[in-house]
């Protein structure tokens, strides 16, 4: 199976920091895509940011200049560099991963868990 396990998720005020990590492990052969999406209560789930395993990336309007994804092949893992956050960004944060677990297997999407980010006013 593969696992994604996020961190980093937490309370801050306006204005301020948080970086996001999300690494994927189990039986992986290859990842290809991997993102960021966020779902706020009542709204339905959104991209935040996505990045492919060359480093292209994708940013969703309200979080550019403001949010960076980045990656680390080596280890699996995936990062989200979130400045001047806004209470709008008060969400549950949610990493995805297209892993093909064997050079025969198709690309699978997994997801983590979540983890809750809070911006307070």
């Known amino acids: 199976q593969v696992q994604l396990v996020e961190s980093g998720g937490g309370l801050v005020q306006a204005g301020g920091s948080l970086r996001l990590s999300c690494a994927a492990s189990?039986?992986?052969?290859?990842?290809?895509?991997m993102g960021w999406y966020r779902q706020a209560p009542g709204k339905q789930r959104e991209l935040v940011a996505a990045?492919?395993?060359?480093?292209?990336?994708n940013y969703a309007d309200s979080v550019k200049g403001r949010f960076t994804i980045s990656r680390d092949n080596a280890k699996n893992t995936v990062y989200l560099q979130m400045n001047s956050l806004k209470p709008e960004d008060t969400a549950v944060y949610y990493c995805?991963?297209?892993?093909?677990?064997?050079?025969?297997?198709?690309?699978?999407?997994?997801w983590g868990q979540g983890t809750q980010v809070t911006v307070s006013s």
């Open positions: 990045i492919t395993s060359g480093g292209s990336t």
């Open positions: 995805n991963a297209d892993v093909r677990r064997s050079r025969t297997w198709d690309y699978q999407s997994y």
């Open positions: 189990g039986s992986i052969f290859s990842i290809n895509a």
